[in-house]
């Protein structure tokens, strides 16, 4: 089993940034891929970026040159710091984790508790 511990998000207003953190503990020798997820109010969970253990990541078009992912190996932590933020990034961020790329685009692996993220001026 994988816990994963989200923190970092809030408020912010357009134009502003945040990172986000998840801290994963317990079996993490089982992860090679982590990645963060996205939840707008009406709308379906959108996959944001993912990361793997060698370091190769992927972004969804509409976050590339805003958002870099990230990892940190000997904390167990993944992160997501997001730049010039819009209003449509407004949205419940969720962490995953899984033993492949695959997994964290299938959903299937373990997931955090979720951090808002508003941006409103």
């Known amino acids: 089993q994988v816990q994963l511990v989200e923190s970092g998000g809030g408020l912010v207003q357009p134009g502003g940034s945040l990172r986000l953190s998840c801290a994963a503990s317990?079996?993490?020798?089982?992860?090679?891929?982590m990645g963060w997820y996205r939840q707008a109010p009406g709308k379906q969970r959108e996959l944001v970026a993912t990361i793997t253990s060698g370091g190769s990541t992927n972004y969804v078009d509409s976050v590339k040159g805003r958002f870099t992912i990230s990892r940190d190996a000997a904390k167990n932590t993944v992160y997501l710091q997001m730049y010039n933020l819009k209003p449509e990034d407004t949205a419940v961020y969720y962490c995953?984790?899984?033993?492949?790329?695959?997994?964290?685009?299938?959903?299937?692996?373990?997931w955090g508790q979720g951090t808002q993220v508003t941006v409103s001026s």
């Open positions: 317990g079996s993490v020798f089982s992860i090679n891929a």
């Open positions: 995953t984790v899984g033993a492949g790329r695959l997994t964290v685009l299938a959903g299937t692996g373990y």
